[in-house]
Nanobody, 124 residues
């Protein structure tokens, strides 16, 4: 069974940058799209970005376009979320998730394998 482990969260000032990593254990990400989601206190969990299994296709939420970049390294079974120009409203627990996706698709829902989450706090 695929297990996901996030890392890279922390406290950063507004305007700063962080890079989150999502590493897979036991099995590879092969054939699976991977997404990053976030959940702020009292709010629903929303998708931030997603990447197809090949890495050639991606989705970015409007709220992070131009600031966040998702990428993946299938050789090392790791997906990254590079976050720049961070804002206080980006504060949340960030989760990575994976799901099977045919035709190199980039789904925005239906993810069924989740990591434990990593806290990102952006101070003003």
């Amino acid at each position: 069974q695929v297990q996901l482990v996030e890392s890279g969260g922390g406290l950063v000032q507004a305007g700063g940058s962080l890079r989150l990593s999502c590493a897979a254990s036991s099995r590879t990400f092969s054939g699976r799209a991977v997404g990053w989601f976030r959940q702020a206190p009292g709010k629903e969990r929303d998708i931030v970005a997603a990447v197809s299994w090949s890495g050639r296709r991606e989705y970015d939420a409007d709220s992070v376009k131009g600031r966040f970049t998702i990428s993946r390294d299938n050789t090392n079974n790791t997906v990254y979320l590079q976050m720049s120009s961070l804002k206080p409203e980006d504060t949340a627990v960030y989760y990575c998730a994976a799901r099977g996706a045919g035709w190199d698709a980039v789904p925005t829902s239906g993810y069924d394998i989740w990591g434990q989450g990593t806290q990102v706090t952006v101070s003003s």
